[in-house]
C-alpha cells in the first residue's frame, strides 16, 4: 500500500469533499481517502500494483476539480491563478450581461430576444465553472451544492425566468470567488505558523560559508547563525552565545540564553550573538517538522461538533431536496394550485438546501483554535482534544518536572558503616549512569570529578531502584521502599531516612547485601506558577487536582502543602499511576493527565486527554501526548481550557446562525416572499459570517482571559 497526498483547486465545499470520496472510493485499489478543506487536500492510500497516481489524478479531475501530486503543487499555481483569473474574467462578464439584459428589458418594458440572449450569456459564463461539476455529481447520484445550482437555474430558464436564473448563476459565481478568498486567507494563517523556518543554511566549509537548501544540509554539518536570523535546523552550540527566541515553538516571551552544548531548534530565532551550530537532525526529523506533520494530520482529528455537523449535512440536503419536491407537487395536486407558481417556490428552496455555511463554520473555527494554541505553545493535536478540555473536571499531575522544575539536586549525603565520601559517590553514581530518571541524573552531577567504575549485571526494578555488581560486589540503590523490602533499614538508618523526608527531599539508598551504605536527598525547585495555575483551575471549578508520583510520601504531601493539590497518591509504580487515573475517570469521566510524556505515557493514554510538559526536544513527548506543551509552562492549561470553551462557543454560534437563517429562508420561500437571487445572496452573505467569526479565534493568544 502507498499514501500519496494530491492538490485539488475547486475544492469548495463539504459536499465535494463527499463528491471526491466517493468518486475516489469507488476506484479499484483505494484504501482510504482523507480530504482537507481548508489547504484543498487530498491524502488517498491505495494499492500501488492496481493503481497509478496519474489514474487517481484522472478520476480527481472528472468530478470538475484539477488535481496535482501534493509535491507538484507549486507548478499548479500558475494554473490555479490562470482559472481564478479566469473565473474573474467570466464573473464579470456575467454580470456585465446581467446589467444589459435588465436595461434592455427596463427600456422595452418587456422580455425582448436580446434581453434573453445577454441573460443566457450572463447564465453561461456564471455557470461555466458549477457545470461540470453538477454533471459529475449527477452522474454519481451524489446531490451537491453545484447540482442544486444546476436544477434550480435550469427549472428557471424552462419557466421562462431568465433574470432569476442568471442573477443565480452571477451571485453564485461571485459567492465562490469571496469563499475561496475567506478559505486562503484562513490557510495563509496556518502556513505562517508553519513556515517559520528559513529555507537556507549558512553553511561554514572548507571553501568558506556557502548557502544550501536544508534539505541538502547532512548531519554534522556546521551552520553559522548571525543575530535576528532565524535558526535552519535543530542543533547543538559549538561557538558563541547569546539569547534565542523560542516563541515560535514554545510560546515564550523571554528569550532563552544559549551557549556552548546547548541545543537550538528550527524556527527559533538567535536574537543575538554570532552562533555556530552543529547540525543534530536533518530538515524532516526537527522538532518542527514534528510539530508542522501533527498540526497537518490534527485536521483528521474531528472534533464531535465537528462530526455532528457533518452527518447532519448528509441528512440535511436530501431531506430538503424532498422538501423541494412535496413543495412543487403537494398544492398543485391537492389544490389544484399554479404549477408555475409551486415550482419556482420548490427552486428557492433548493438554493437555500446548499449547507455550506453551516459546515465550512466548523473546520474554520476549529482549524483558527487549533493554530493560535501553537502560537501560544500548546500542540493539540486536534479538534477532538480541544474540545473535551472544556469538560475535563479533574485533572492529575506528575511531581518531578511537572510541578516542579524537573532538575532535582543532592542536597545531602548521610554516610553509615563508616563507608568512605568518594567510595560511596562512585558506587551510587555507577548505577545511577544506567538511568535517565531525573533523580540519577542528579546523582551523575553531583559525582562529577569522581571516577566512576564500570557497573556488570545491571537489573532496573521499575519504580523502585537498581541493583547491580561494581567490582564483583552486588550492590542495590533505590527509594525508601525498595530500602524496606531489602531488609537493610535499622533503627538509624530510618531515622535519618524520615528526617530528610520531612523536610521534603526525595531519599536514596544505597546498599549491599549486608548494610546501607549511606543516604542521598534530593530535593527540586517548585514551577513559580504552579500555585498559581492550580488556584487558577480550581477557580474555573476544577473538582479535583490530584498529585501523581513515585515519590515518598512525606515529600509529596510537603510539595502539595506548597502547591495546594487536593490529593496526593505517592510511591506509585507506573501501573498504579495507571490504576489511580482509571479511579478518577470512573468518578469524574473527563479526566486530564498531566506528565512528561514518556514516563507516564500509560496514565496518559488512559486519561480523557494526555498532556506532556516541556516537549521541545522530545519527540517522543510529542508523539506520545494528546497536547504538547512546547515550553515549560503550567499556565498553558487553564489557557486551554478557556480557549476550548471559546472556540465551542463560537461553533454553536456559526450553527445557530446558519440555521436560523435557512429556517427563515425556508419559511419565506413557502410562502412566497423570497426569490432565487436574494436567497443565493443570503446564502453567500452567511458563509462570509461564520468564516469571519471563526477566523476571530486566530487573534487570541494565552494571556487571554
Known sequence: MRKASFKV????????????????????????????????????TFDQNALSTQQIIKRINATGMKGALWEERFALRDKERKERRLHTIFTTLSGLFLVGGVSLQLVAHRLTPQAIFLYASATFFGGFFILPKGLFALKQLRPDMNLLMLIAVTGALCIGEWFEGATVTFLFSVALMLETASRTRARK???????????????????????????????????????????????????????????????????????VGDPLFAGTVNEEGRLIMECTKGADQTVLSHIIRLIEESSRKKAPT???????????????????????????????????????????????????????????????????????????????????????????????????????????????????????LSIAAAL????????????????????IPTVHNVTQIKGKGVQGRVNGTFYWLGSHRFMHEMGQESEVVHRDAVALEDEGHSVIALGTKDHVMGLISIADQ?????????????????????????????????????????????????????????????????????????????????????????????????????IALMGDELALIPFL?????????????????????????IALAIFGDATLYLAIAADTGAALVVIANGLRLLRVCCTDG
Open 526 to 626: 517548585v514551577r513559580g506558577e504552579a500555585k498559581e495555575t492550580l488556584e487558577t483551575l480550581k477557580q474555573m471549578g476544577m473538582r479535583e487536582i490530584v498529585m501523581l508520583t513515585g515519590d515518598n510520601r512525606q515529600t509529596a504531601e510537603r510539595l502539595a502543602q506548597v502547591v495546594g493539590v487536593t490529593r496526593v497518591k505517592s510511591e506509585l509504580l507506573p501501573e498504579e499511576k495507571v490504576a489511580a487515573i482509571e479511579e478518577l475517570v470512573g468518578q469524574y469521566k473527563d479526566v486530564a493527565m498531566v506528565g512528561d510524556g514518556i514516563n507516564d505515557a500509560p496514565a496518559m493514554a488512559r486519561a480523557s486527554v494526555g498532556i506532556a510538559m516541556g516537549a521541545i526536544g522530545s519527540d517522543a513527548a510529542i508523539e506520545a501526548a494528546d
Open 189 to 259: 494563517a496556518v502556513e505562517s505558523l508553519l513556515n517559520i523556518a528559513p529555507p537556507f543554511a549558512r553553511i561554514q566549509g572548507e571553501q568558506g560559508i556557502e548557502e544550501r537548501p536544508v534539505e541538502e544540509v547532512e548531519e554534522g554539518a556546521h551552520i553559522v547563525i548571525l543575530p535576528g536570523e532565524k535558526i535552519p535546523l535543530d542543533g547543538v552550540v559549538i561557538e558563541g552565545q547569546g539569547g534565542v527566541n523560542q516563541a515560535p515553538i514554545t510560546g515564550e516571551s523571554v528569550p532563552v540564553f544559549k551557549g
Open 9 to 44: 483547486t475547486g475544492l469548495h465545499c463539504i459536499e465535494e469533499i463527499h463528491l471526491l470520496e466517493e468518486g475516489l472510493g469507488t476506484l479499484s485499489g483505494v484504501e482510504s481517502v482523507l480530504c482537507d478543506l481548508l489547504k484543498g487536500k487530498v491524502v488517498v
Open 306 to 424: 465537528e462530526l455532528w455537523v457533518e452527518r447532519f449535512a448528509r441528512i440535511y440536503t436530501p431531506a430538503m431536496m424532498a422538501l423541494s419536491l412535496v413543495i412543487l407537487l403537494g398544492p398543485p395536486l391537492l389544490f389544484g394550485a399554479l404549477w408555475s407558481v409551486w415550482f419556482y417556490r420548490a427552486l428557492v428552496l433548493l438554493v437555500i438546501a446548499c449547507p455550506c455555511a453551516l459546515v465550512i463554520s466548523t473546520p474554520v473555527t476549529l482549524v483558527s483554535a487549533l493554530t493560535s494554541s501553537a502560537r501560544a505553545g500548546a500542540l493539540v493535536k486536534g479538534g477532538r482534544y480541544l474540545e473535551a478540555m472544556r469538560h475535563i473536571k479533574a485533572i492529575a499531575l506528575d511531581k518531578t518536572g511537572t510541578l516542579t522544575q524537573g532538575e532535582p539536586k543532592v542536597q545531602k549525603v548521610l554516610l553509615h558503616n563508616g563507608t568512605p565520601m568518594d567510595e560511596f
Open 641 to 665: 481550557i478557556r480557549h476550548s470553551k471559546r472556540a465551542v462557543r463560537i461553533v454553536k454560534q456559526n450553527i445557530a446562525f446558519a440555521l436560523s437563517l435557512k429556517a427563515l429562508f
Open 432 to 451: 545511577e549512569s544506567v538511568s535517565n530518571h531525573p533523580l540519577a541524573k542528579a546523582v551523575v552531577r553531583y559525582a562529577e570529578g569522581i571516577e
